[in-house]
């Protein structure tokens, strides 16, 4: 049984960029969330998405957009990079109304120059 | 927002030694969960605590969650070198639309030659 799929795992890209980052959830989960996990510190939330709309957001400008399919991939797009976006972007799926069985991609290693 | 600060932010271990590590709050959490992430992969779910007080053992670790809600303490007894890597606290927010995970700053295991 395949976990969280995410794609791709790194990535350069040049600064005022825009970038497209995409998940595969884990079989039988419908939602997905994305993470920000910059060096040295705990991932941040960024927003989750369930039947194709965002859900939840947290505290991140509106250069950071994303989509569900109905298959329930998930796309995050950042527009305008910045150099402190440079970090890991992780994908987190889970059941809504279940439990904490929140399962993590490995990541995409994002670095803008 | 919530924070949560982890203590120690890195320590040293030799096989065999037990250790312990704890994750302090500014608010109230329902549910602490800690988790475990290895270089270049996503955080890996160890231990879920749903009610105050409670202490529960997953392998050789074991984890309780504090009285005040505000804190949690993970321990890991007879370490092995595999134990090396970030540990993270979380505590999950829920709103009308969702829930997210607000992660711990980490504490980092390292092994002492």
């Known amino acids: 049984d395949a976990g969280v799929t995410q794609s791709p795992t790194h990535l350069i890209k040049t600064r005022g960029q825009q970038v497209t980052l995409r998940c ?9 969330s994305w993470y920000q996990q910059a060096l ?3 991932p941040q939330f960024i927003f989750q998405y369930y039947e194709e709309e965002e859900r939840q957001r947290g505290n991140f400008p509106d250069r950071f957009s994303g989509h569900q399919f109905p298959n329930y991939s998930s796309e995050l797009n950042v527009n305008a990079l910045l150099l402190g976006d440079s970090a890991l972007y992780l994908c987190a799926s889970s059941l809504l109304g279940g439990d904490y069985g929140y399962t993590f991609g490995s990541g995409t ?5 | 927002g919530q924070q949560l600060n982890q ?3 890195s320590m040293f271990i030799q096989e065999g030694e037990d250790v312990s590590m704890n994750c302090t709050s500014s608010s109230i959490f329902n549910t602490w969960l800690w988790y475990k992430q290895d ?5 890996v779910l160890l231990i879920a605590l749903y009610k105050a007080g409670e202490l529960t053992s997953n392998g050789r670790l074991t984890a309780q969650f504090g009285i005040t809600r505000k804190d949690s303490f993970l321990n890991i007894s007879a370490s092995i070198p595999s134990d090396v890597g970030i540990y993270f606290c979380a505590g999950p927010l829920f709103t009308g639309g969702g829930n997210k995970l607000t992660f711990g700053t980490g504490t980092q295991l390292k092994v002492e030659l």
């Open chain 1, 109 to 113: 290693r994002l670095t803008v120059v």
């Open chain 2, 7 to 9: 203590s120690p932010q």
């Open chain 1, 24 to 32: 595969s959830p884990k079989s039988g989960h419908d939602t997905v």
């Open chain 2, 39 to 43: 270089p270049g992969e996503g955080p």
């Open chain 1, 40 to 42: 040295g510190q705990g």
